[in-house]
């Protein structure tokens, strides 16, 4: 079987985690949440005392922490010098703060080169999800997909519930980190001129995994 780059963007919420490691799992691919390695460089500059609001001090300090990320889609993994970082890097300050870190153009030339070294090392293929990687990490990639979804169906699902007292704060939250993350000048949240948009708001996510798997299927057969 041929090797296959898929690149999956797209705003919070709208599924590209859930999606990338059914796929990948699915289509015996590797798997690599980009988000996650934001998330834990943030991570290193919180527990390190770095002010993540001083762009700077960010860039300095930026090749410091060791990333490895484990891209079995069956299991995710993500250390910072050696540490687990999975639950960590989920708190709500490493949410607040993620955006003004990744948008720190020293932090964005590392960590893309780590994605793509992490790509090529992918001997099957892998599916790699994130903001920026059909527009700068691979735009090379063989698919591209870009999901959306409206504000109020990702924010039940990032609060988990359709009706929480939590919904209102949680969109606001996500709102604000969309406009944060597309309005940056290095390679904001954008769709690659020649990505699919998928807009998931009406699907379930077995749907949404469905109709990436088919999109590979049909790249394969094209290319064979
Ligand atoms: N199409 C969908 N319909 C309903 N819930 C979904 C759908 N896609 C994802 N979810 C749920 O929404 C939440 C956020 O999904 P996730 O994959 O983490 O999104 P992202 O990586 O884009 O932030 C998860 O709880 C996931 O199970
Ligand atoms: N390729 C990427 C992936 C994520 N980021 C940044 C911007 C995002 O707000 C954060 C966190 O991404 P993550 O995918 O974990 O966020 P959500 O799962 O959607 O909450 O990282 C980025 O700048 N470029």
Known sequence: MESVIVAIDGPSGTGKSST??????KLGLSYLDTGAQYRAIT???ISNGVDVT???AVANAASKPV?????DPARPTITVDGADASGPIRTEEVTSKVSA??????VRS???????????GAETGIVVEGRDIGTTVLPDADLKIFLTASPEARAARRSGELKGVDVHATKEALIKRDAADSSRKTSPLAKAGDAVEVDTTELTLDQVIECVVTLVEEKRAAVK
């Open 110 to 120: 590392l960590i893309t080169e780590l994605q793509r070294s992490i790509a090529r």
């Open 43 to 45: 991570w290193w500059m």
């Open 20 to 25: 990338s490691k059914a796929v990948a799992a």
């Open 101 to 106: 870190v990744s948008a720190v153009p020293e």
């Open 54 to 56: 001083d762009a700077e």
């Open 67 to 71: 990333i490895v990320s484990g891209t």
